[in-house]
């Protein structure tokens, strides 16, 4: 049996519940900048959550949602494939800004219990680290926002956005994590909050806990290790959908490591 070794974390909508009020919110700033008169409500935009990346996400509303978008009003060469796509890089760069503003100014907290968890896991030596589709930036500016600049050494690796092409529900993204590490699947958990994640983790091997918000609280999460509605604080102690957590009310090391080795028991 092996030793838990690395703790990897996705952060949208796990570290901290950035869709409806951050991601959102800034694409629909950089959408009237832009004069598109878009408006991403919060139920619409959890169906643009079917897609990951938000440049990705762009292209799947205009391709499924607007069927009847004028490329022609936009870009001099409507049929041009790299066009659009520099077209869509282009707002989405926008999106980016606002989105890097609401961190600074402090609009997205993290998660009630991840700053503890954080910090315990780093007391008890574990390797910290990152695997998630979003910008680099907006990982290093929610970080910093949060947890202060420092924080961002906490991590042996931040694996993140555009760095594999194919992003979640492929499992790359964690693949290139464990790579940069050093580490096997085994070594490790990961923490997720939704089906596209859990199936990046699980496709790379990794035992996953689900911690899921008013997005995913509804998704397939068949084959996760534990799947509950949050960290969980003493005041705000977590409700478990499945997996066993004996009495704890809290994602503390100590369940981590149960849940670790009960997956480990059952290879
Ligand atoms: C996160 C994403 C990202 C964010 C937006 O998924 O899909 O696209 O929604 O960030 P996960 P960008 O939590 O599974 O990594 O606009 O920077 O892509
Ligand atoms: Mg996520």
């Given at each position: 049996?092996?030793?838990?070794k690395?703790?990897?974390?996705?952060?949208?909508?796990?570290l901290?519940?950035?869709?409806?009020?951050?991601?959102?919110?800034?694409?629909?700033?950089?959408?009237?900048?832009?004069?598109?008169?878009?408006?991403?409500?919060?139920?619409?935009?959890?169906?643009?959550?079917?897609?990951?990346g938000?440049?990705?996400r762009?292209r799947?509303?205009?391709?499924?949602?607007?069927?009847?978008?004028?490329?022609?009003?936009?870009?001099?060469?409507?049929?041009?494939?790299?066009?659009r796509?520099?077209w869509?890089?282009?707002?989405?760069?926008?999106?980016t800004?606002?989105?890097l503003?609401?961190?600074?100014?402090?609009?997205?907290?993290?998660?009630?219990g991840?700053?503890?968890?954080?910090?315990?896991a780093?007391?008890?030596?574990l390797?910290?680290?990152?695997?998630?589709?979003?910008?680099?930036?907006n990982?290093?500016?929610?970080?910093?926002?949060?947890?202060?600049?420092?924080?961002?050494?906490?991590?042996?690796?931040?694996?993140?956005?555009?760095?594999?092409?194919?992003k979640?529900?492929?499992?790359?993204i964690?693949?290139?994590?464990?790579?940069?590490?050093g580490?096997?699947?085994?070594?490790?958990?990961a923490?997720?909050?939704?089906?596209?994640?859990?199936l990046?983790?699980?496709?790379?091997?990794?035992?996953?806990?689900?911690?899921?918000?008013?997005y995913?609280?509804?998704?397939?999460?068949?084959?996760?290790a534990?799947?509950?509605?949050?960290?969980?604080?003493?005041?705000?102690?977590?409700?478990?959908h499945?997996?066993?957590t004996?009495?704890?009310?809290?994602?503390?090391l100590?369940?981590?490591?149960?849940?670790f080795?009960?997956?480990?028991?059952?290879?």
């Amino acid at each position: 049996m092996t030793e838990l070794k690395a703790l990897i974390f996705d952060v949208d909508g796990t570290l901290a519940d950035t869709e409806r009020d951050g991601h959102r919110v800034a694409f629909n700033a950089a959408f009237s900048d832009a004069g598109l008169g878009w408006d991403w409500d919060a139920p619409l935009y959890g169906k643009l959550l079917a897609v990951t990346g938000g440049k990705e996400r762009i292209r799947y509303y205009i391709d499924d949602f607007l069927k009847d978008f004028d490329w022609a009003g936009v870009i001099p060469e409507p049929e041009n494939e790299d066009h659009r796509f520099e077209w869509i890089a282009r707002l989405h760069k926008a999106k980016t800004a606002h989105y890097l503003d609401l961190l600074a100014k402090g609009t997205v907290p993290l998660r009630p219990g991840v700053e503890t968890l954080l910090n315990q896991a780093r007391a008890a030596g574990l390797v910290l680290a990152i695997s998630t589709t979003t910008t680099p930036a907006n990982v290093t500016s929610l970080l910093s926002a949060t947890l202060g600049k420092d924080s961002l050494d906490w991590f042996a690796v931040i694996a993140a956005g555009d760095i594999v092409p194919a992003k979640k529900p492929a499992a790359d993204i964690y693949t290139y994590a464990l790579d940069k590490l050093g580490l096997a699947a085994e070594d490790c958990i990961a923490f997720e909050d939704s089906r596209n994640g859990f199936l990046s983790s699980a496709g790379a091997g990794l035992t996953t806990i689900i911690t899921t918000n008013g997005y995913t609280a509804n998704d397939d999460f068949s084959g996760a290790a534990l799947v509950i509605d949050g960290f969980g604080t003493e005041s705000q102690p977590f409700t478990v959908h499945s997996g066993d957590t004996g009495d704890s009310k809290i994602l503390d090391l100590a369940l981590i490591q149960k849940v670790f080795m009960a997956s480990q028991a059952k290879t």
